[in-house]
């Protein structure tokens, strides 16, 4: 048990699912694992850990934004042993190649700041996903026959950002999408020894105004449950 995660030990798989929506975690536990069990919902942040074809899965919310992140990565990870972490969560599309129902799996990741940035001092750390995840989750999108996109993404702190200066700069530099975790996520399994991978399905495209319809967005979001699943195991 931590300050954030009232988990027992034992009960937090090596593998875990991080939805930034602690409801979407429940849906995707009941939806995909055997026998899920609640583990967590201190501060209703729910967590759930179960089976999927007899390998043990925790999927955990992770709330919004990088220091939410941080919280929840650096206990999984440090308190209970978490060694495999896959963000699946919604982003912005940057490129007009990239529409709106896409996956985008983040290679690498940039952003302005993030809880970790202080460590580095004037270091730019660049943050990057474990390659045999990125391997097996772009394999298991392209058996499934969903346009998928792999590269550069932006994680930003900033829901409501007015800096369209940043945008073009972003685009301009081919910048595939935006979200708000994946940075953090990525620069604390480089400095814990742990795996990490973000699948990230377009819910909206900052360039056109399109959205993803609501009545989509659960399939899609099963989509990222079922490529995350199988890219875990198909490198462990």
Known sequence: MTVHIGAKPGDIAETVLLPGDPYRARWAAQTF?????????????????????????????????????SIYANELIRDFGAKTLIRIGSAGALQHRVKVRDIVLAQA???LGSPSRSIFKELNFAPVADFGLLAAAHAAATARAIPTHVGGIYSSDTFYDERQDLSDQLQRHNCLCVEMEAAELYTLAARHGARALAILTISDHILTQEALPAADRERSFGDMVQIALEAAFTTA
């Open 33 to 69: 694992l055997e026998n899920p069990v609640l583990v967590n919902e201190v501060r209703g942040m729910l967590g759930y850990t179960g089976t999927w074809k007899g390998q043990r899965v925790t999927i955990h919310g992770t709330g919004m934004g990088m220091p939410s992140m």
């Open 109 to 111: 990741t940039t952003t």
